[in-house]
Each structure stands twice: as C-alpha cells, then as structure tokens.
C-alpha cells in the first residue's frame, strides 16, 4: 500500500500551484493524496483574482473524517485561508503529534497578491509552528515571519541566519529557506536545525518564472519523509524532484510556466519511442 499524506492547501484551477500540485507531487513520488480544501481561488498563472475561503467547520470536518478512517505518514500545509482555520488545524495537529509536519508558510502569490494578513501570520507563529517538523520558507517569506514585530527596514536587511535562529526560537524542528528570490548566480537553499546551519544547497539557477515550486519542493519533502526517508535524505531527493520538474517546465498559459511533476513519464515514453 502506498503510503498516505494530507495536504491542507487552497484549490488553484490552473494545476501550477495549490492543492492540485500537492496532489500531483504526491502521485509522482508514489504516495497517496489526501486533501483538505481550505480555500478556493480564482486564479490563473499570471495571479490571484480573487479567494473564498472555506468555513472552519468544513476543514475540520474534511479533515477529522478521513483521519478517523485512514492512518496519514505526513502533513503538508500551503495556503490555509483565515485564523480559523489556522485556529482548527492547529487542534487537529496537537490529536496527531508523531506524524511529521511540513508547512510552506504562503504569504503572497508569485506576483504578489497577499494571501495571509499579519493575523494570519501571528497565528501561524503562535499556533502551528511549534507543532512543526519543518518550515519552508523562501528568503522574502523567512525575514517577514522572523522580524513581524520588527519594522520593515531591519527585515529586509536581516541575514537568513537571524532570520533561521528566529524561526527555530518559535519551535520548529527544521527551516529550510529556499534562496530563489536573493540575488545570487545559482539558487541555494539552506537547511537549519537546532544547532544552527546543518547544509546549505547549490542548484543552477534556471531561466524563467515558475508557479507553484514552493509547493512541489514541500510535498515532495513530505513524500519523501512518508516512504521512510530521514528529514536530509528526505529534503535532498526532494531538491533534486524539484529541480527536474522545474528543468522540464512547460508554459500552456500567458503566465508562469508551470513545473512538469511527472516529468519522469515523459522521459520514459520519449526511450520507449527511440
């Protein structure tokens, strides 16, 4: 049987991000999907039109009755909607401690539409972050959530460092901060624990902008970690999935292009033709 994660993330009908890319990550890496809508967006790979975001009382129910009858190897979390809803993961999580739980904290979209006000962030520190295996922040995202009590200026100027120990200090066992929006020739993400840097990453940096990496890198972190892997192994293998569906991108819209997670497929069916 394969082994089952849960994803707690908004819907975006165009597949590059959300919880249609959870799913689809999930799939690629052998797992299978469980998903807990928590908003549903309009949306397309250019931005965010507009979110409705689901009642509390709908995420707990989608979530407590599939735990009730599956047993889940990981949580993954993305785009969570209102406080409420942040309010009644957070009480799902405390019921399942052992299970891993990964959360990419999405503050805006790739062009910048806001998806979680300062509420939302507040409660995220308090409520789900010291339940949480690991974080997966970008850089922007990490000095935001790290400095929020700060003003403005000192966060955008902080170190990752500062802004890793931070978030460590708020109780997370791991941060992993992604560097694709730092100025730099490749792209390095950084992984910290409680002793401070564990390993930092060096990927090329590829051409172009892509919708919904963030959220393949962090189910494929939860995959990984599902199949038994340990939370480095996990995050490597994770990096370099991440990496080929990025490397294999395709662009059906005016937008982003969109990370291709069954990019492996293809390769095969390409040998099959030769």
């Known amino acids: 049987m394969p082994p089952t994660v849960m ?3 908004g819907s975006d009908p165009s597949s590059g991000a959300g919880i249609q890319a959870d799913i689809l990550t999930f799939a690629s890496i052998g797992c299978h999907p469980l998903s807990v809508v928590t ?11 507009n979110v409705m975001v689901i009642d509390s009382d709908w995420v707990e129910n989608q979530a407590r009755t599939i735990l009730e009858d599956m047993q889940v190897m990981a949580f993954k979390m993305g785009m969570l909607g209102s406080v409420e809803n942040i309010a009644v993961i957070a009480e799902i999580m405390a019921d399942y401690p052992d299970v891993p739980l990964i959360i990419d904290p999405i503050l805006s979209s790739g062009r910048g539409d806001e998806l979680a006000n300062e509420e939302m962030q507040e409660a995220m520190i308090d409520l789900l972050f010291p ?15 790290a400095f929020h009590d700060d003003d403005s200026e000192h966060a955008e100027n902080a170190s990752l460092d500062e ?3 931070r978030l460590l200090d708020m109780g997370c066992e791991y941060v992993l901060i992604t560097g694709t929006h730092e100025r730099s020739h490749d792209v ?19 051409p172009g902008s892509y919708h919904g990496s963030g959220c393949t890198l962090t189910s494929a972190i939860a995959a990984c970690i599902a199949h038994g892997l340990s939370m480095e ?3 490597a293998e994770a990096q370099e999935y991440t990496w080929q569906t990025l490397k294999s991108a395709f662009r059906p819209g005016m937008g982003q292009f969109i990370p291709d997670r069954m990019f492996w497929a293809r390769d095969e ?3 099959g033709q030769i």
């Open 39 to 49: 908003a549903v967006t309009v949306q397309d790979t250019l931005g965010v039109d």
């Open 233 to 235: 192994e996990s995050i």
């Open 188 to 206: 390095v993400n950084t992984l910290y624990g409680a002793d401070g840097l564990i390993k930092s990453y060096k990927w090329e940096r590829l």
């Open 131 to 145: 339940q949480a295996t690991l974080i997966t922040p970008n850089s922007l995202e990490a000095r935001r959530l």
């Open 163 to 165: 802004s890793a120990k």
């Open 269 to 271: 069916e390409d040998e």
């Open 7 to 9: 994803t707690f993330a």
